[in-house]
DNA sequence: CACGAGACCTGTTCGC
DNA sequence: TGCGAACAGGTCTCGT
């Protein structure tokens, strides 16, 4: 489930808590139980249960998808991938369906990660740019401007849609929210990054931030088994539309595969251009 | 550098 | 109803 903003929601919920689910700050780190090998990257399993028993979380935050969990000596990072989950809660038995990593924590609390597909991935460092130093800008930083954005768009030969997926080059965009940006925009997901014109490069992080914003606030999207409890599904204009009528101008949402991924577009509204 | 295919995994939904 | 195929919010690696 997890693209930039369904990460800033659970960054959200695990750092102020919410209804259900505590503030874990300022709690201390108890146990860690790994229940799937490869869901820590590194180090060894023993050397993180031993590294990190008795480290207080300070702070949480997040960087591109990935949710960096600020303790008193390493940080811990967390990348959900495809079915990536974090639950917090109270209790010993871990938390939901597929739990593959549960964290015990002082006042009778625990972190629960769960990932049904065993993509998602774990890592205890010193220093978190060991892991994400390749990671391209975020989108919603004021300082990453529209006209840097499109500078950049002009140096690039790549199809729109994978380049907007490609982390090193703007980071935490996923399938959903590239799609909605690119209809908003009105630009074709096929179309070559340097054959657009600087405007519209500059209108398309406009509307990259919108729809990521929209995201945040509607707590992400939740669609399939996979719930997170958040409501943007209900404003998608072309994500999983297909055959459905553009809101814009009627005409059915059509489908087809960009860099392996399921595309959805407005063939009308989104007019290939030097394709 | 760009691009495609294959891996990594499991669960749900679609088509016959 | 049953069963295989297709599909899924991501990213890495390898070959051309």
Redesign the pocket.
């Known amino acids: ?3 930039l903003p ?1 990460v800033e929601t659970i960054a959200r919920s695990l750092r102020v808590g919410n209804g259900d689910s505590p503030s874990l700050i300022g709690a201390q780190i108890l146990d860690a139980k790994l229940l799937w090998h ?1 869901t820590l990257a590194t180090p060894s399993e023993s050397e993180f249960r031993h590294r990190i028993q008795g480290q207080t979380i300070e702070s949480i935050e997040r960087r ?2 990935y949710l960096q969990i600020n303790l008193s000596e390493d940080v811990l990072l967390i ?5 990536g989950d974090l639950v917090a809660g109270e209790g010993t038995e871990p938390l939901g369906k ?1 739990p593959r990593l549960v964290f015990t924590l002082s006042k009778g609390l625990q972190l629960c990660f769960t990932d ?4 998602g991935r774990v890592w205890l460092v010193e220093d978190p740019l060991t892991v994400l130093d ?1 990671l391209g800008p975020e989108p919603l930083d004021p300082e990453f401007t529209p006209a840097v954005f499109a500078a950049r768009l002009q140096a ?4 729109i849609k ?2 907007l ?1 490609d ?1 090193g080059f703007l980071a935490g ?4 929210y590239t799609d909605e940006a690119l209809h908003l925009a009105k630009i074709h997901p096929a179309t ?1 990054a340097d054959q657009l014109e600087p405007k519209q490069g500059a209108a398309l992080l406009a509307t990259i931030r919108t729809v990521l914003n929209e995201g945040i606030r509607r707590n ?9 409890g ?1 409501e943007f ?1 209900n404003q998608f204009q072309v ?2 539309r297909t055959g459905e009528p553009c809101l814009q101008c009627g005409t059915p949402i059509a ?1 087809m595969v ?5 595309t959805h577009y407005c063939p009308r509204c989104q007019v290939p251009v030097g394709v």
């Open positions: 489930m997890p693209e369904e490869k591109a998808k990348h959900l991938r495809m079915s597929y049904a597909r065993k993509f390749k690039r030969k790549r199809q994978p380049l997926l982390q965009m996923g399938n959903i070559r992400g999207a939740s669609i399939d088994w996979v719930y997170r958040g599904q994500y999983q489908r960009i860099g392996q991924r399921g």
